[in-house]
């Protein structure tokens, strides 16, 4: 039976280099599907913890530019997919830490270094105690999370034909900055919105500032519509809407000739997507008339779709018990609300994959990772007063990465060991 014990002397083996490998990615982030040289470290990293490919291991890929799988083979039983997610934000890194981003910029503010440096944890950790567990696990190593649909990417690029199978479950971890390094939360059913993301690009002629309206007044009125858009369809059942960035031409005394809205709606209704894309249409139609300009000064270009986190009960339900055992305090496993958020990781579970069309839906469940200061919190895990927490997507986010990893290689990687059967205790 695999103990808590066993588990963290293995993490304690392994730590050092994995601990190396965080501040290595945290230090040259990379953005998008270009996370070449995150991969070739962490390609390394296997190599320094004593696994070799062919031997140990079995290498996919690239898919999606820079993403790639290891599969573990260890007999008949479960196949099951746990990925972590390998790209930055364009952000400016505020930490002052000695480890801290090298790249004007760009900045880890979501915590993908962690997840990253997690997965080949876990992947070295099932290598290690492969005596406790029988199955097929893929590690799944994904580029392109923010934005750039690195997940349907990789599925598109036939995934799931490489590597010769569909998974009976996928598992994934997000850094969670609502709970201390050390917790852990879960939740059955609605976890994370789904969401897609447009560029509306307006042009123009241009011309003296002085002179005439510019198309400034046009991407005004359109932001003002945009927000009065009806995002309530029932009381218990919404859409959040936001504009999230305006790129313009414009210099000092000339219009612009191009203006880029970069627009986002999240829901948990994906129907209600087509709603709001039916309204935008019909503002660029309106406006088009109003300002008295073609209607093709305007074009909308949907970048990337995502279905919501649908979060699998039975799943949960087996996390939670296995988890509970395994940290340190069963307090330290917490129950989690929906949130409006968005994750590309479904695209993995609901892809089309069948020749009719129809989604195949493979069981999912997130593991959020508690990443903050444990002395920032009291007993019931809330903030003490005065007390405060840099949150994800700042410049100032930087997780208590040494304990979050320990946490997630003992709780998580022993919980994933228990998903294939094993008997874990405490």
């Not at 746990?82 to 890194?93: H, K, N, V």
Request: hydrophobic share 40%.
């Amino acid at each position: 039976m695999l103990s808590r014990q066993v588990l963290l002397e293995e993490f304690q083996q392994i730590s050092g280099r994995i601990f190396e490998l965080y501040r290595e990615i945290n230090a040259h982030p990379e953005l998008g599907l270009e996370c070449h040289k995150t991969a070739e470290r962490i390609k390394t990293t296997f190599n320094d913890l004593g696994m070799q490919e062919g031997r140990d291991y079995k290498l996919f890929g690239p898919f999606a530019q820079s993403g790639f799988a290891i599969v573990l083979y260890n007999g008949d039983g479960p196949r099951i997919m746990y990925r972590g997610d390998m790209d930055a934000l364009i952000l400016q890194d505020l930490t002052g830490l000695p480890f801290r981003s090298t790249v004007d910029g760009r900045h880890h503010g979501c915590g993908h270094q962690l997840h990253s440096s997690l997965c080949t944890a876990n992947a070295v950790l099932l290598h290690r105690l492969r005596k406790y567990w029988k199955g097929t696990c893929a590690f799944l190593f994904q580029p392109g999370e923010e934005g750039h649909g690195g997940a349907e990417k990789m599925i598109a690029e036939g995934l799931y034909d490489k590597l010769g199978f569909i998974p009976d479950k996928i598992l994934f971890t997000h850094v969670f900055d609502q709970l201390p390094a050390g917790a852990v939360g879960l939740r059955a059913g609605e976890t994370m919105a789904g969401a897609a993301f447009w560029n509306l690009t307006i042009t123009s002629e241009g011309g003296h500032a002085g002179r005439m309206a510019s198309i400034n007044e046009v991407a005004n009125a359109f932001e003002d519509l945009f927000y009065k858009l009806p995002t309530k369809f029932s009381p218990f059942d919404e859409v959040l809407v936001n504009i999230s960035g305006r790129e313009t031409s414009s210099v000092i005394n000339v219009n612009p000739t191009k203006i880029v809205l970069k627009l986002s709606a999240r829901t948990y209704q994906m129907p209600h997507l087509r709603e709001i894309e039916r309204k935008i249409a019909n503002y660029i139609k309106g406006l088009a008339i109003i300002h008295e300009i073609p209607e093709d000064s305007f074009k909308l270009e949907k970048i990337v779709e995502c279905q919501p986190l649908i979060s699998d009960a039975t799943m949960e339900k087996s996390m939670r018990r296995l988890m509970t055992s395994l940290v340190e305090r069963p307090e330290q496993v917490r129950a989690i609300t929906p949130i409006m958020s968005s994750e590309d990781a479904p695209m993995l579970a609901y892809q089309i994959l069948f020749p009719d069309g129809s989604r195949r839906n493979i069981p999912i469940l997130m593991i959020r990772l508690g990443v903050q200061d444990p002395d920032a919190y009291d007993a019931d895990f809330k903030l003490k007063p005065g007390a405060k927490v840099p949150l994800v997507h700042t410049g100032h986010f930087a997780p208590t990465y040494e304990k979050a990893l320990e946490t997630g290689v003992i709780a998580i990687g022993g919980g994933l060991i228990g998903m294939f059967g094993g008997e874990v205790t405490r």
